[in-house]
């Protein structure tokens, strides 16, 4: 028995196929397998105010953000350049001056 695909839309194991299409019984998405491999290859991540993000922007921090594990506060305004994005939670990986490698997430900054 082949596996079937989770539904891109509400992430639901009970998927079932008719034909071509995938279909999903509890929010009734369908789609095809093209679809879901188009979908898989885009990769986009936008910052709190709808902005595209890329590899190598500059970004500024939105909100006072407190460092895991430590005292360090990461303020606002914090300017963070040379990014580099991640497919993940956290999905921007950055270097701050003062406090090192650290994870963001993209809802809490702004393109500068």
């Known amino acids: 028995m082949s596996e079937l695909p989770n539904c ?6 009970y998927t079932y196929q008719d034909g071509a299409l995938f279909i999903c019984p509890e929010c009734a998405h369908e789609w095809t397998s093209e ?3 188009a979908a898989g ?3 986009i991540v936008k910052d709190a105010n709808g902005n595209l993000l890329q590899d190598g922007d500059t970004i500024t921090v939105i909100k006072d953000l407190k460092v ?3 005292s360090l506060v990461v303020k ?3 300017k963070v ?3 580099r994005l991640v497919d993940s939670d956290h999905n921007i990986d950055c270097k701050i001056d003062g406090i090192g490698a650290m994870k963001l997430k993209s809802e809490f ?3 500068a």
């Open 8 to 13: 891109p839309q509400c992430s639901s194991s």
């Open 35 to 37: 679809d879901e491999e």
């Open 41 to 43: 290859s885009d990769f």
């Open 68 to 70: 895991k594990g430590s």
């Open 76 to 78: 606002v305004g914090t």
């Open 81 to 83: 350049k040379n990014i």
């Open 109 to 111: 900054v702004k393109k």
